[in-house]
Nanobody, 121 residues
Framework: QVQLVESGGELVQAGGSLRLACVAS??????MGWFRQAPGKEREFVAT??????YYSNSVKGRFTISRDNAKNTVYLQMNSLKPEDTAVYYC??????????????????WGQGTQVTVSS
């Protein structure tokens, strides 16, 4: 059974940093991504990684870094220079597709339960 389990979300002050982690169990995926959803808003793309290639939304480019450790079947999201507008539930997603970049929610087959990131001003 496939499971994606996120961790690392917490309350942080603006300008601070956090690292989210997502452990995938049951399968190895070609593509893994991060999305986020703020209250009252649609889920939006944050970052994706496919075969070592990374792609970011314009809102996080230069501040966030996605990486993965294949030995641990884990994908990370290093978030620096956090802003209050980064506040959201962050979701890990995975798919077998090798298409790049995979940025739409509908293209991912598996999702984690989410982890809350709150950035205070």
């Amino acid at each position: 059974q496939v499971q994606l389990v996120e961790s690392g979300g917490e309350l942080v002050q603006a300008g601070g940093s956090l690292r989210l982690a997502c452990v995938a169990s049951g399968r190895t995926f070609n593509t893994m991504g991060w999305f986020r959803q703020a209250p009252g808003k649609e889920r939006e793309f944050v970052a994706t990684i496919t075969s070592g290639n990374t792609y970011y939304s314009n809102s996080v480019k230069g501040r966030f870094t996605i990486s993965r450790d294949n030995a641990k079947n884990t994908v990370y999201l290093q978030m620096n220079s956090l802003k209050p507008e980064d506040t959201a539930v962050y979701y890990c997603a995975a798919d077998y597709s090798r298409l790049y970049p995979l940025i739409k929610t509908a293209t991912y087959s598996y999702w984690g339960q989410g982890t809350q990131v709150t950035v205070s001003s």
